[in-house]
């Protein structure tokens, strides 16, 4: 076991949770409720984890990476639920896992992404931050939301922006799970960007066949 293996609560869920990114949670389960109980009287973090579609219920099987997540805007309910925020922080994978408590809990072991060619990072970052604002404004034009000034909340940082661009994606978790999985940001940056340059394309085309629509019925 590696000195840096720490033990750490398991939440597996349905989501693929990245570093940087914040997911709301609303904990009912006795078990989860008893983990964040924990966490939070001993002021650590818990572990988010995609779970294997194949799991039996009570008995998640999760995928062997995941996302530790901070406990933010913790608010317990009159029933006894808890409502938060949780914030990715540091990815980990799982060493070992067991079920002495009632939730999940594994050995872990924090890794993050080599360290590569900065130049190419950022030429890539470019691109990538480019087509997901278009892609980002094509969503919120077929949602008929009103345009929102994101560019501040995109990060520049490369290892960052791959992050928030995969968290944000339509594709499958399995995908997502894939990308969370990557140690290369250029690799992760390269295939998200294989993605919105079929995915941008595909919006214009669904936008500009509802216009016509919406003309034809005008007319």
């Keep these: 076991m590696s000195a840096s293996a720490i033990e750490l609560p398991l939440f597996p869920l349905n989501v693929v949770l990245f570093p940087g990114m914040v997911l709301p ?5 006795s078990r989860y409720r008893q983990m964040i109980a924990e966490c939070r009287r001993q002021n650590k973090p818990f572990g988010i984890v995609l779970a294997r579609p194949e799991s039996l219920p009570l008995q998640e099987e999760p995928y ?3 996302t530790m997540a901070e406990i933010h805007d913790l608010h317990k309910l009159a ?5 938060l925020m949780a914030y990715g922080t540091r990815r980990f994978r ?11 809990s594994g050995v872990v072991e924090v890794y993050g992404d080599v360290s590569e060619p900065e130049d190419t ?6 691109q990538a931050g480019g087509l997901f604002k278009s892609y980002l404004n094509m969503l919120l034009e077929a949602a008929n939301e009103p345009e929102k000034d994101i560019h501040d909340s995109v990060p520049d940082d490369p290892e960052e922006l791959s992050h928030f661009i995969a968290y944000f994606l339509e594709v499958p978790n399995e995908q997502k799970q894939r990308f969370l999985e990557l140690t290369s940001t250029l690799q992760r940056l390269q295939e998200v960007i294989a993605v919105l340059h079929r995915e941008v394309p595909f919006m214009r085309q669904m936008l500009s066949s509802q216009i016509d629509e919406d003309r034809s019925r005008l007319n």
């Design 25 to 29: 949670l609303h904990i009912f389960e």
């Design 64 to 66: 062997s990476v995941g």
């Design 79 to 83: 029933d006894g639920h808890y409502i």
């Design 94 to 104: 799982i060493l070992s896992q067991h079920r002495l408590k009632p939730y999940l």
């Design 121 to 126: 990072l950022l030429d890539l970052a470019k």
